[in-house]
């Protein structure tokens, strides 16, 4: 591991998503909107943490770099229109969940698309069941007449935890220094 700090353009986007969607929280009044935008923070620092340690393993070249570019901007877009979804009350938390479900499925094609340079599999089998979990919900959700609260957002953050945690054991914290 290098003692430096390597901040890509990648990066800044990241951060710049980021920010756009956080300006529209609001501390003092807890809405849908807070919430959501809250979970996706969550959801966005555990995508970029795994990400960035991916990405280095990839080959810099041209065509790597276009097909990333793309990608990612795919998935930023996908998660900024997650995080705005609670704009629109308790009705978003549905979007919320199929947007949530997009990101994970996209960043698994990502994780597809370049698998025999960074080697790992786990990442991809992270994200695609959380898709497949966010499916099921989803499916529940659309088509069952449920009352959604905002309480359900923490639950369905939670039942993510086990699914990426083992992503994080295997690329983040058994990670030879």
């Known amino acids: 591991m290098t003692s430096r700090v390597d901040l890509t353009f990648t990066d800044l986007l990241y951060a710049v998503v980021a920010g756009s969607a956080f300006q529209h929280f609001t501390p003092y009044r807890w809405c849908w909107e807070d919430v959501i935008i809250l979970s996706s923070i969550l959801v966005l620092a555990d995508d970029w943490a795994l990400y960035h340690l991916q990405v280095l393993k990839i ?75 966010l499916l099921v919900w989803g499916v529940i959700l659309f088509h069952c007449d449920i009352t959604v609260h905002q309480w359900l957002v923490a639950p369905t953050l939670l039942v993510l935890v086990p699914l990426r945690f083992m992503a994080w054991k295997k690329i983040i914290f058994s990670r030879q220094e």
């Not at 994970?104 to 698309?113: C, K, N, V």
């Open 59 to 133: 080959k810099s070249t041209s065509k790597n770099f276009a097909i990333l570019f793309w990608i990612d901007i795919v998935i930023l877009l996908t998660w900024y229109s997650m995080a705005r979804c609670g704009a629109i009350g308790a009705a978003g938390f549905k979007y919320f969940i199929a947007l949530l479900g997009a990101f994970y499925l996209m960043a698994a094609l990502s994780e597809s698309i370049f698998q025999n340079e960074t080697r790992e599999k786990i990442l991809m089998y992270s994200d695609l069941a959380c898709f497949g979990v």
